[in-house]
């Protein structure tokens, strides 16, 4: 089993960045997908970021591509989103989730993510 701990979240005004780490517990965080999804109150969860198992592999949803990276230190059992030209939209509780996916390649889907963490909250004030 797999325990995510995410830190780094806050208050930040429009245009600002954040950087959110996701520690993983265990030995065998690297052969997990790793992925981030998050919640607005009143909707649905939505998938953010996603990295395959040696980093080489992202998937980025639409509202946030140009915008936010999602990388991974296997050595580290972390991984981080960057998070740069913060909008009030990406006010949301953002949570890490570690995986199998498809072949080890990144996923949005947030049923390929069996492990989850607790979130942490990102606010963007206009």
């Known amino acids: 089993q797999v325990q995510l701990v995410e830190s780094g979240g806050g208050l930040v005004q429009a245009g600002g960045s954040l950087r959110l780490s996701c520690a993983a517990s265990g030995r065998a965080f690297s052969g997990y997908v790793m992925g981030w999804f998050r919640q607005a109150p009143g909707r649905d969860r939505e998938f953010v970021a996603s990295?395959?198992?040696?980093?080489?592999?992202?998937v980025y949803a639409d509202s946030v591509k140009g915008r936010f990276t999602i990388s991974r230190d296997n050595a580290k059992n972390t991984v981080y989103l960057q998070m740069n030209g913060l909008k009030p939209e990406d006010t949301a509780a953002y949570s890490c989730?570690?995986?199998?996916?498809?072949?080890?390649?990144?996923?949005?889907?947030?049923?390929?993510?069996?492990?989850w963490g607790q979130g942490t909250q990102v606010t963007v004030s206009s």
């Open positions: 989730a570690a995986g199998w996916g498809r072949f080890g390649t990144p996923s949005g889907r947030d049923n390929d993510y069996a492990y």
């Open positions: 990295v395959g198992l040696n980093g080489g592999s992202t």
